[in-house]
């Protein structure tokens, strides 16, 4: 193989709002058309209190006529292949925010004040839209279906049996579990084992954030004035609160009852967080002094959480930079998988030929090789020799990564 | 000089429960006596949750003619010297969990369900018998005053008067602010004033976290069967938690506002988290790819948020392993702070004199005297000659450290 098959394990869809209502189920669409306007002012003031529309407008007129490869398959193709990508897994949220599924069951669900059948409902909507999608070609497109978990565990068990029947893989949980239970309650089990036993892998995307703490009560409708730098602390935490449920997992024991089961986490700032974050909980697991006090909280666990983590978890390193690939043991060599973002504006594309030169030319090639497509191949449980027959016609060569 | 001056930047005092009821204002004694047998249930139910009852009962049976020194001052001064301690910063919460301030007012305010009239009498009861405990020798004892800020600003400027007036020189104020705005907002800038004002130190302490994310709604009182390995999820996130108010701060541009507002966050086992912390924080405030689609929220700061750590911050040390020190230079050579967290069992006492040389031994002498003492007593403002004269007489021997 003359050329890299790449994955990028971190692509964006979704229709613009108006066009998810005939993927409604027929009862909530008269409460679609009355919140639809309610959700595009939403989705601006959002813009306007990250201080961006000027930017994301400036982003959008430059590429435009390209981002309507978030819902238009022909344009998708075009794009990937531009881009040099042979398969990708699909979250939600197309271009920016103005592609999100109704009812707030988009990235940053549970969103709050909603009500439950209405997020369920729209999730089932995005859903049933991204399994047409992908069922253009099962085999470039890995589609993440929507679950707002919390609200009903037989739901989530539901609709991980309807996502695996209609050909989508993954299954994207809330990163903040809130008022409800964190993910170490035996609550979820149900959950866990019907993905472990269908194959289906859990997903969490970073967005998500306690957006009230930082802007204020009426976010995104107050006024945030008076809450000088909240994004700065909203990008600091960000990571944070993605990389969270991992925490309430490999300390609850999750990987030991379930040791099939498969968790992705995406787009979290992998390099200055995850190594420190495993060396902690490792020393936590390890230790006896400091924690002495706090009696037995480990002999449920056969291994460390680090452990768990390499066993079972992988990395959506979405932007990634190169820093991180030069870090890639510390990181997890098999865990990192690199991601493009599209149709995202923080994203490599429309420049990621270049973007993934940048950050892996010059290193071992075996080792680009993984990151770029292998490691997702694996984890993700890509056909090898289907997506390497695209990758072989779209993928960038091996040769121009060379020292 | 031939002895170390040593400045403990953690250590806990507080009452024997039921003491702390002569320090209330009267109006609060009624309730007091009723609500003191629930105090202590929740607190033996609490040791239990955290599994440590048998664990606590040993480590105070070792040692437990040597605990009054939570509040005897004579046993208190035994105690010191025999650490070879000179100077020491007092928090509550004497004896593990014991010896808190009535309502609440303790290391993990603010508690939930409690009535702020009665946390804030909580809290001033501590601050009186805390004032009367400094007085006996004030070129030994920082004491830091309890102030559960959130429930009113002006109150927590009034509390900062008082504890100016009364000796104390530290304000606690709580690491979460759970529903309250957040430390970027503007509402407590009459705090940080009256801090800088009066050179009152800000202090954080771990301990406090979502308690009930870990161990369910109920906690204490619930059953913690259900949340496997809840410890864990603790212990690994506490650091986080009491982190977390520095990030509020420094984008808030509470330090380009109060410069020289000083603040303190201590037992935040200093080594893993801040390097990466400060370094990711640095990182959004330069960053102009990812977070353009942000827009601005860093224009109100003159200086980088490492700058202001640097400037306006220092760390508690406790219980500081010895790879802490040697990485000294990347967690901040002047920010360092020893601590030996007397008389927590998971401190240096009574095995302070071994533990330090441990923990020191070998590294420059300049180094070891700053971390030691020398940063507490510039950031804390001691009396350096008043404060080394107390270390010539009980502080270890500078040749014991040589390599």
Redesign the interface.
């Known amino acids: 193989m003359d050329r890299f098959t790449i994955i990028s394990s971190d692509c964006h869809a979704g229709l613009p709002a108006q066009q998810y209502r005939e993927y409604l189920d027929p009862q909530f669409r008269e409460v679609f058309d009355m919140a639809l306007p309610i959700q595009k002012e939403m989705t601006d003031k959002s813009e306007q209190v ?3 529309k ?3 407008d400036q ?1 959008r007129a430059g590429v435009e006529a390209h981002l309507t490869g978030a819902w238009d398959y022909d344009k998708r193709i075009e794009v990937l292949n531009g881009d040099g990508i042979a398969g990708e897994i699909i979250f939600p949220d197309g271009i ?1 925010e103005q592609n999100a599924p109704p009812f707030g069951a988009g990235l940053s669900l549970p969103t709050k004040d909603i009500v439950p059948e209405l997020q369920w409902a729209g999730a089932r909507a995005h859903n049933r839209w991204l399994a047409e999608l992908c069922s253009h070609n099962p085999v470039r497109h890995f589609g993440v279906a929507v679950c707002p978990l919390l609200w009903d565990v037989e739901e989530g068990v539901k609709e991980a049996r309807w996502a695996k029947e209609n050909g989508l893989r993954g299954m994207m949980i809330p990163a903040m ?1 809130n ?1 409800f ?2 993910y ?4 979820y089990d149900p959950f866990w084992q019907a993905c472990e036993d269908l194959g289906l892998t859990v997903c969490f995307h970073s967005g998500p954030g306690p957006m ?3 802007f ?2 009426d976010f995104p409708m107050g006024d945030v004035a ?12 960000v990571f ?1 609160w993605t990389y ?1 449920p991992l ?2 997992m ?4 999750v990987f030991e009852r379930f040791p099939k089961l498969k968790c992705s986490v995406t787009e979290t ?1 992998q390099g ?2 995850l190594p ?1 974050l495993l ?3 490792d ?3 390890h230790d006896t ?10 002999s ?2 056969s291994m460390s959480p680090t452990d768990y983590f390499r066993r079972n978890c992988a990395i959506g390193a979405s ?1 990634m930079p190169r820093e991180d690939a030069e870090g890639r043991h510390a990181i997890g060599m098999q865990q990192i998988m690199w991601g493009s973002d599209y149709p ?3 994203g490599t594309w429309p420049n990621t030929p270049g973007d993934v030169l940048a950050t892996f030319k010059g290193l071992p090639e075996a080792d680009v090789a993984a990151m770029l497509g292998g490691n997702a191949i694996d984890f993700y449980g890509f056909d090898r020799a289907a997506i390497d027959a695209i990758g072989a016609e779209v993928g960038p060569l091996r040769a121009a990564f060379a020292a």
Chains 1, 2 share one sequence.
């Open positions: 990250f201080l961006l000027e930017i994301n982003w920016t579990t008022d239970e964190g170490h309650h035996g609550r009230q703490q930082f204020g009560n008076d809450y000088p730098g909240a994004v700065g602390i909203y990008i600091s935490e944070f969270r925490i309430f490999l300390w609850g024991g700032g200055w967080l420190p060396r902690m909980l020393h936590h697991y002094h400091f924690s002495a006090k706090l009696g037995d909280y480990r449920h666990l932007c995202h504006p923080e």
